[in-house]
């Protein structure tokens, strides 16, 4: 098993059988908040797939951020 941190959020990489998968946890957490099933040929792959979905959660998670009122307003005094 093979992981790489960036942030707070951790991709691991494990092989199953003569494939790979990759799981997305957050720190604090026992379980894995995104996981991938085991298609991946190589460890590579598997490490490219899953900082991509770390990519998409982050977005994902920026755009709650900004959708929350008092955020917005911090935004747009910064704007200013």
Do not use: C
């Amino acid at each position: 098993m093979h992981s790489d941190a960036i942030g707070n959020l951790t991709v691991q990489v494990a092989r199953h059988g003569d494939k790979y998968a990759w799981k997305l946890y957050s720190d604090g957490h026992y379980q894995p908040i995104k996981f991938s099933v085991p298609i991946f040929l190589s460890e590579d792959a598997a490490h490219a797939a899953g900082h991509d979905a770390r990519a998409r959660y982050l977005v994902r998670l920026a755009r709650s951020a900004a959708r929350q009122p008092r955020i917005r307003r911090a935004l747009e005094i910064e704007a200013v």
